[in-house]
């Protein structure tokens, strides 16, 4: 299996901070990487897919970047509606992995 | 408008078995990747498997092979997962999600609502 390791496992920020968060596969993936949020609650929506690409509705505040084994994702100014928990998810093999998720809260 | 509606919660005793199911609509049910995914409450996602609805080939994480049975009906354009004798650790939300995507890679979107499963004697 490719073992997909986010960090931080949680942070804290203010509302129109820039966060980022990491990403990193335990082989090269490409650029077959996703990034989804989920609050509370609810199911989990795709954010950024293929590393990079943004999934049509989701605002641009939010990027997406790497390839290889490190990926990033950035929130470029916090928005109240932005606080959950973030997952990776590699589609490189047809065996999807999941990263362990990063919780953001509000500080 | 694509959806993906799952059935509502289960409460089961242990050794019982379940099947739930999601039932895919406005979009060619056949032609897309449906994957299962478990969240154990309070813990983050786990991939379970993935199933081709026109064909019925189906994929499993090593984590459940054996544990759990993936199927789908595409007359009814509905997919299911299955236990044959339920556990206690099986407690947990289940989400179906439609795998899209093309070369540059396969996303999951839409997902489900999720199904509560509660396994308790």
């Known amino acids: 299996d490719i073992q997909m390791t986010q960090s931080p496992s949680s942070l804290s920020a203010s509302v129109g901070d820039r966060v980022t968060i990491t990403c990193r596969a335990s082989?090269?993936?490409?650029?077959?990487l996703n990034w989804y949020q989920q609050k509370p609650g609810k199911a989990p929506k795709v954010l950024i897919y293929?590393?990079?690409s943004l999934q049509s509705g989701v605002p641009s505040r939010f990027s997406g970047s790497g390839s290889g084994t490190d990926f990033t994702l950035t929130i470029s100014s916090l928005q109240p509606e932005d606080f959950a928990t973030y997952y990776c998810?590699?589609?490189?093999?047809?065996?999807?992995?999941f990263g362990q998720g990063t919780r953001l809260e509000i500080k | 408008e694509v959806q993906l509606v799952q059935s509502g919660a289960e409460v089961k005793k242990p050794g019982e078995s379940l099947r739930i199911s999601c039932k895919g609509s406005?979009?060619?049910?056949?032609?897309?990747?449906i994957g299962w995914v478990r969240q154990m409450p309070g813990k983050g996602l786990e991939w379970m498997g993935i199933?081709?609805?026109?064909?019925?080939?189906?994929r499993y994480s090593p984590s459940f092979q054996g544990q759990v049975t993936i199927s789908a009906d595409k007359s009814i354009n509905t997919a299911y997962l299955q236990w044959s004798s339920l556990k206690a650790s099986d407690t947990a939300m289940y989400y179906c999600?439609?795998?899209?995507?093309?070369?540059?890679?396969?996303?999951?979107?839409?997902w489900g609502q999720g199904t509560l499963v509660t396994v308790s004697s």
């Open positions: 999600a439609r795998r899209g995507g093309d070369s540059h890679g396969h996303w999951f979107d839409p």
């Open positions: 406005g979009y060619s049910f056949t032609n897309y990747w």
């Open positions: 199933i081709y609805p026109g064909d019925s080939e189906t």
């Open positions: 082989q090269s993936i490409s650029s077959y």
């Open positions: 293929a590393a990079s």
């Open positions: 998810q590699q589609s490189y093999s047809i065996l999807i992995t």
